[in-house]
């Protein structure tokens, strides 16, 4: 069984930083990609940013130049560095997983895995 948990969300001023963190656990032998998604009320689902094996990241315009994803392959962790927080950066931020090879390393690459999200909130 694949578990992701965020931490890293809280309210932060304008123009202001946060780092999420999200940690993958279970029998996991290899992740193809992890990132990170986010949902505005009313709104869908967005992705934010993500990053294949070997890194390669994938980031929305609206945080190009802002944001800065980063994996730890090793330890099986995806990082999100969200610099210069506008208020419409606000949503609950959720982590994402796929292709995840677990259980037994010839299983089949399944997903995609989602955290329970961590809530973010740009105000003054």
């Known amino acids: 069984q694949v578990q992701l948990v965020e931490s890293g969300g809280g309210l932060v001023q304008p123009g202001g930083s946060l780092r999420l963190s999200c940690a993958a656990s279970?029998?996991?032998?290899?992740?193809?990609?992890m990132g990170w998604y986010r949902q505005k009320s009313g709104e869908q689902r967005e992705l934010v940013a993500n990053m294949t094996s070997p890194e390669r990241p994938n980031y929305a315009d609206s945080v190009k130049g802002r944001f800065i994803i980063s994996r730890d392959n090793i330890k099986k962790t995806v990082f999100l560095q969200m610099n210069t927080l506008k208020p419409e950066d606000t949503a609950v931020y959720y982590c994402?997983?796929?292709?995840?090879?677990?259980?037994?390393?010839?299983?089949?690459?399944?997903?995609?895995?989602w955290g329970q999200g961590t809530q973010v909130t740009v105000s003054s």
């Open positions: 994402n997983a796929d292709r995840v090879r677990a259980g037994a390393w010839y299983n089949a690459p399944s997903g995609p895995y």
């Open positions: 279970g029998t996991i032998f290899s992740i193809g990609v």
